[in-house]
């Protein structure tokens, strides 16, 4: 399945973004989903996942803050960020957590202080 994550901009630090990622099918038969992000010089990284029924997971460094949300009926996942901080400025995509589906483009945070 193919994902595109959008959304992306220029905020300043405290500010809120909503990423929106679109599926090329449809995703109720996708148990789960994740957003993930890449800094610069780092590795990709994990920081958001929601299966079907609800139950989410995140990563240390954005629990609180981040929100992941899935709307299948428009097979749709969504990642709201809240209290934005500079270390938070990645290119973030959306991709099925521990397989080998292909990545998308992705959609860049840029974070000001």
């Known amino acids: 399945v193919q994902l595109q994550a959008s959304g992306g901009g220029l905020v300043q630090a405290g500010g809120s973004l909503r990423l929106s990622c679109a599926a090329s099918?449809?995703?109720?038969?996708?148990?789960?989903m994740g957003w993930y992000r890449q800094a610069p010089g780092k590795q990709r990284e994990l920081v958001a996942r929601i299966v079907t029924g609800g139950s989410t997971w995140y990563a240390d460094s954005v629990k609180g803050r981040f929100t992941i949300s899935r709307a299948d009926a428009k097979n749709t996942v969504y990642l709201q960020m809240n209290s934005l901080k500079p270390e938070d400025t990645a290119v973030y995509y959306c991709?099925?957590?521990?397989?080998?589906?292909?990545w998308g483009q992705g959609t860049l945070v840029t974070v000001s202080s």
């Open positions: 099918r449809s995703t109720f038969s996708i148990n789960d």
């Open positions: 991709n099925i957590p521990f397989t080998r589906n292909s």
